[in-house]
C-alpha cells in the first residue's frame, strides 16, 4: 500500500511543476522582453522605401528594417523577433523624404502600426 500513495505524491508534483512552468512562460511572454510580430501597413500616399528603429531609451538607429524591399501604398510590411518596447521610428520615403515618429509603440498585443499621410506631411512641415 506505501506505492500507490508515493505514486500520488510524484504525480502531483509532477503536475505543480508543470503548472508552475506553465505559468511562469505566461508571464514571460507577456513581459516587455518578449519578441513579437507587427504588422507594419502603409496607408500612406507614398511608398516607404527605409524603416529603422530605435528604442527611444536608444540614441542609434538600428539596420533598414526593409532591406531591399518597399512598402507600397496600401502595403503591409511584416516585422518579427521584436520586442516589445517604444521606439523611434524613421522612415524614408520615394522622394527621400525623411521622417522621424518618436514613441511608438510596437508589440504584439497591438499587431498593427499603421503609417499614415498625417504622420508623412507633419515630419514634411517640421523639415521646411
Known amino acids: 500500500m506505501a506505492r500507490p500513495h508515493f505514486v500520488s ?25 518578449s519578441s513579437s510580430r507587427v504588422d507594419i501597413v502603409n496607408n500612406s500616399n507614398w511608398a516607404i522605401h527605409e524603416l529603422y528603429l530605435s528604442s ?7 539596420p533598414d528594417q526593409l532591406k531591399e524591399q518597399t ?8 516585422l518579427n523577433r521584436i520586442p516589445c518596447d517604444t521606439y523611434d521610428v524613421r522612415l524614408v520615403d520615394e522622394d527621400q ?8 509603440s510596437l508589440c504584439a498585443g ?16 517640421e523639415t521646411e
Do not use: M, P, R
Not at 497591438?110 to 512641415?125: H, R
Open 110 to 125: 497591438q499587431g498593427t502600426w499603421e503609417i499614415t499621410d498625417d504622420y508623412l506631411l507633419a515630419c514634411q512641415a
Open 71 to 78: 512598402i507600397e501604398s496600401g502595403e503591409s510590411f511584416q
Open 9 to 33: 505524491i510524484a504525480v502531483s508534483i509532477a503536475v505543480s511543476a508543470a503548472v508552475l512552468l506553465l505559468s511562469s512562460g505566461v508571464v514571460l511572454a507577456g513581459s516587455k522582453n
Open 97 to 104: 523624404d525623411e521622417c522621424v515618429v518618436n514613441e511608438v
Open 56 to 62: 527611444s531609451a536608444d540614441t542609434h538607429w538600428g
